[in-house]
């Protein structure tokens, strides 16, 4: 990671959160990124139809990430269950930036992106988004994805390949997304 852009920021950047389907990985990646810096809000998935793991979250958790010298960057993950879309909304209302977690194999995936891609745009202050895909996909199913997005009027949305579970790739992907915003700062 370029620890120098993200400190570039870090006076500014409060907030990026992690958005993203049920079972993406969102609690995976703030644990993989804030280790025991953050706090969980998940609980017993009872709705195993939905999904089969154990855990889900029901709250927005929030973690840190130290960019040394005292700076630190904060993120927000957001539950995926469809019933929680009010916190989800709230938290995209006070992010800055966001990671749009999906996995390319979903047929469900660009219905998902471009639902909220739309919805950050009716904001007040719309974050600036990546996507990240976290599962395994060919090269043409992210082609074909990022074509589909553009025809639907959304603009380039950058698309980097982010395993939950590998700190590093997940901070690769801050590192892009904090480069944007540093670019959109000195606009
Ligand atoms: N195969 C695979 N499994 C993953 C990956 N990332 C996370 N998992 C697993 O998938 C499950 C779901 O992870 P969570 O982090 O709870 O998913 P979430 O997005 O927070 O889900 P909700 O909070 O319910 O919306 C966990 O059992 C993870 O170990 C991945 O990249 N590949
Ligand atoms: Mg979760």
């Given at each position: 990671?370029?620890?120098?852009?993200?400190?570039?920021?870090?006076?500014?950047?409060?907030r990026i959160s992690?958005?993203?389907?049920?079972?993406?990985?969102?609690?995976?990646?703030?644990?993989?990124?804030?280790?025991?810096?953050?706090?969980?809000?998940?609980?017993?998935?009872?709705?195993?139809?939905?999904?089969?793991?154990?855990?889900?979250?029901?709250?927005?958790?929030?973690?840190?990430?130290?960019?040394?010298?005292?700076?630190?960057l904060?993120l927000?993950?957001?539950?995926?269950?469809?019933?929680?879309?009010?916190?989800?909304?709230?938290?995209?209302?006070?992010s800055?930036g966001?990671?749009?977690?999906?996995?390319?194999?979903?047929?469900?995936?660009?219905?998902?992106?471009?639902?909220?891609?739309?919805?950050?745009?009716?904001?007040?202050?719309?974050?600036?988004?990546?996507?990240?895909?976290?599962?395994?996909?060919?090269?043409?199913?992210?082609?074909?994805?990022?074509?589909?997005?553009?025809?639907?009027?959304?603009?380039?949305?950058?698309?980097?390949?982010?395993?939950?579970?590998?700190?590093?790739?997940?901070?690769?992907?801050?590192?892009?997304?904090?480069?944007?915003?540093?670019?959109?700062?000195?606009?």
């Amino acid at each position: 990671m370029t620890g120098q852009a993200m400190s570039g920021l870090a006076g500014n950047l409060t907030r990026i959160s992690l958005i993203g389907p049920m079972g993406i990985g969102k609690t995976t990646a703030m644990r993989s990124l804030c280790g025991e810096l953050m706090a969980s809000t998940d609980v017993p998935n009872l709705d195993r139809s939905a999904h089969a793991k154990a855990f889900t979250t029901v709250g927005a958790e929030f973690g840190e990430i130290d960019l040394g010298g005292g700076e630190r960057l904060q993120l927000v993950g957001s539950p995926g269950q469809d019933r929680f879309d009010f916190v989800r909304q709230w938290v995209l209302a006070g992010s800055v930036g966001v990671l749009l977690m999906l996995d390319l194999n979903q047929a469900s995936a660009l219905d998902y992106a471009q639902q909220s891609l739309a919805a950050m745009a009716r904001l007040e202050r719309p974050p600036t988004a990546i996507a990240l895909s976290c599962r395994d996909c060919s090269a043409q199913q992210q082609q074909d994805f990022s074509a589909a997005l553009t025809a639907q009027g959304h603009g380039v949305l950058p698309l980097v390949p982010a395993d939950p579970r590998e700190r590093a790739q997940l901070l690769d992907a801050l590192d892009v997304l904090v480069s944007l915003l540093l670019l959109q700062s000195q606009e």
